[in-house]
């Protein structure tokens, strides 16, 4: 290396950034899964650049950010076409809280581990995403989220700033017309308690009080395990399909956990996960319900724990 070339940074850097691609990735592709695929292929990127001109970039992490923000553009656009095909409904990919389960936190390479629990990964937030065009999503969470500045977005997505500007505030008009505020957490909890109790003792008088008249539910198989492929409306009928499980599944276990961040449901069949159920409570009764079974998307919920 000449001396007018400067030094190449240190790989701890490098790696110091997977975190918060991984972050950024999941919010924009709702997918655990394909969120490491593309931080891998960021890190791809980087490494296939020779070394002065990897030793050129100022700042690693922001061109990490480009790249992996281009990435997820390209993967929303493909994903329209390819959930078109997908067998159901498609749900994102839940999130566990690593501290809820026995022994301990995970594995600190558990791409799970690496996502920041907070509003962003509510799963009625994801699912408000969905309904985005992949530009907005990628301005709305780069702005509205990780505070980067409109100039730099256009950068990143090769518009102008007023343009993400726009693209932006269309996302955020979204969001506030189909996200109504949701319970508190410790309410949630406690409604939760109750819809489990009820489900477990097969008290259909319960569940349909602790729904709301229009609430709806979808189920997330994926074409590989069974799962209802409509939404169901209506609280005495997802009540009554929930009773109609209970009879078809005997021996499951429910347990109270946090679900992307917010109290959920867990079902277990012999201590291994085949559901994780989020839900949207407002004015303290239940109105979504997204019950994801496609073993997939449960890898974080069902690996080997310490």
């Known amino acids: 290396m000449s001396s007018s070339t400067p030094p190449e940074p240190e790989p701890g850097v490098i790696a110091g950034e997977r975190r918060h691609l991984t972050n950024l990735a999941y919010r924009l592709l709702g997918s655990l899964t394909e969120a490491e695929d593309a931080v891998q292929e960021s890190y791809a990127r980087w490494y296939a650049m020779p070394r002065p001109q990897r030793a050129a970039i100022d700042s690693p992490g922001a061109w990490l950010t480009t790249v992996i923000s281009r990435i997820c553009l390209d993967v929303l656009g493909s994903a329209r076409v390819r959930r078109e095909r997908y067998v159901g409904e498609w749900v994102p990919e839940p999130l566990p809280d690593r501290t809820e389960w026995p022994g301990g936190p995970r594995s600190a390479t558990d791409p799970a581990d690496r996502v920041t629990i907070d509003d962003s990964v509510d799963m009625a937030f994801l699912v408000v995403l969905e309904s985005m065009t992949p530009a907005e999503r990628v301005a709305f969470i780069l702005h509205d989220v990780f505070r980067y500045p409109f100039p730099e977005i256009a950068r990143i997505v090769d518009r102008t700033p007023a343009a993400c500007r726009q693209l932006a505030a269309s996302a955020r008009r979204r969001v506030a017309a189909t996200a109504p505020p949701a319970s508190p957490s410790p309410q949630q909890a406690s409604v939760l308690r ?79 996960t085949v559901t994780v159920a989020a839900f949207h409570l407002t004015e303290g009764r239940i109105t979504r319900i997204w019950a994801v079974r496609n073993p997939e998307k449960l890898r974080p919920w069902t690996a080997p724990h310490p």
Not at 195 to 217: C, H, N, Y
Not at 224 to 239: F, M, N, Q, W, Y
Not at 248 to 260: A, M
Request: charged share 20%.
């Open 194 to 272: 109750e819809f489990k109790e009820a489900w477990q003792s097969s008290d259909i008088r319960t569940l349909v009080a602790l729904l709301d008249p229009g609430a709806t539910m979808v189920a997330d198989g994926g074409g590989l395990v069974s799962a209802v492929r409509r939404t169901i409306e209506g609280g005495r009928d997802i009540a009554g399909y929930l009773m109609h499980i209970a009879g078809l599944s005997p021996g499951l276990t429910l347990l109270q956990r946090t679900v992307n961040g917010r109290p959920g449901l867990v079902a277990q069949r012999d201590g291994v």
